[in-house]
């Protein structure tokens, strides 16, 4: 038998009698996935499953449903339909809250309730319901504290400190901080034009671009110049129009994209929009182990520079353009003030 759930609108099949049962049409409004039978202690054991990726969008939707329905103060007088980007920017925000209610003895009367009509089915303001939840949770907790009775979950904390400890290591997260970004901050998805791996064109949804920009972001060998720079700063523009900052995945995405640039912007030592120092010659036998390494970096860009000044519409990548003329600027800098490096036919670099 196919039901579709009251409180989802999510399709579910049950076994024995075959028929297809949606309880709008049958008004009974007890047809609902059983995952809304769960409770608060339940679903908040899928957490830990919800931060290293492993539930699909589906069960991320009835997680985050299931608990809005477990805290007992919201009534669904039909079926709710969030967008995923709302699922994803309240999903822990809601589990915390939902930890603490499931941990409070009479406090149901004290916290706002609401009910879920066709109205207001998108849940685009429950936000607004999870901040009033929120201050009323923390004057609980003064006058707990005032009282000298406060008892704080230790399933909330522990989940607090799960979220924390999955945003530290970027490395391994970065796929996960990438789908995340994606959904919570709705990524555009019209096609774009890209270098491919064999030096052609191709196009891809933009929103898979900027995922993989992210997960490049996270390489412990980074490469800098596998990235445009202009995409990453396109990025860093969309989130901050778009997401919740100071949450526990937001900062880690920031820092994550705010690294790569910072080692773009010194490559080698170098910031390649700001002057350069001229080196005279090959690398001081008094320089330090550190200033020669530099130093025969430096020199092997000059030598690697090309002989005319890059044109950008030879370029099908920007950041290969702007690689290549920063070279270019290097070598011009460095004969400029040494012409004895000039070829006899005065050819330069």
Not at 83 to 99: F, G, H, P, R
Not at 127 to 143: M, R
Not at 288 to 304: F, G, P, R, V, Y
Request: hydrophobic share 40%.
């Amino acid at each position: 038998m196919k039901a579709i759930c009251s409180y989802s609108a999510i399709p579910f099949e049950i076994q024995y009698f075959p028929f297809t049962l949606s309880s709008s049409k049958e008004k009974d409004e007890s047809m609902y996935h059983p995952a809304f039978s769960l409770s608060t202690k339940r679903l908040t054991g899928l957490i830990p499953r919800y931060l290293d990726g492993s539930l699909s969008s589906t069960d991320t939707r009835l997680l985050f449903l299931s608990l809005l329905h477990s805290t007992g103060l919201v009534t669904f007088k039909t079926a709710a339909i969030p967008e995923d980007s709302i699922i994803e920017k309240n999903i822990l925000s809601l589990a915390s809250l939902a930890t603490f209610i499931y941990t409070q003895d009479d406090v149901h009367s004290i916290f706002p309730s609401f009910i879920i009509t066709r109205e207001n089915a998108s849940l685009e303001h429950i936000s607004s319901l999870l901040k009033t939840w929120s201050e009323t949770k923390d004057a609980i907790n003064a006058g707990l504290r005032r009282i000298g009775e406060e008892r704080e979950s230790n399933r909330e904390r522990a989940m607090e400190r799960l979220a924390r400890a999955s945003s530290k290591d970027l490395t391994t997260y970065a796929k996960r901080l990438a789908d995340w970004a994606d959904k919570a901050a709705s990524f555009p998805t019209f096609l774009v034009s890209r270098e491919d791996a064999l030096g052609g064109i191709e196009t891809i949804p933009c929103n898979l671009l900027w995922k993989e920009i992210i997960i490049t972001c996270g390489e412990k060998n980074l490469n800098v110049w596998k990235i445009n720079k202009g995409d990453l700063q396109d990025i860093l523009d969309h989130l901050e129009d778009n997401l919740e900052l100071g949450t526990l995945y937001s900062n880690a995405l920031f820092k994550l994209l705010e690294r790569t640039i910072d080692k773009q912007d010194n490559f080698l030592g170098i910031d390649l929009s700001a002057p350069y120092e001229i080196l005279s010659g090959a690398p001081s036998e008094n320089a330090t182990a550190a200033q020669k390494i530099e130093d025969n970096a430096i020199l092997s860009m000059i030598e690697d520079a090309p002989k005319t000044e890059p044109v950008r519409a030879d370029y099908v990548s920007y950041v290969s353009y702007l690689r290549d003329l920063g070279k270019w600027k290097t070598a011009q800098k460095f004969l400029s003030s040494h012409p004895a490096n000039t070829s006899q036919d005065g050819d330069s670099l």
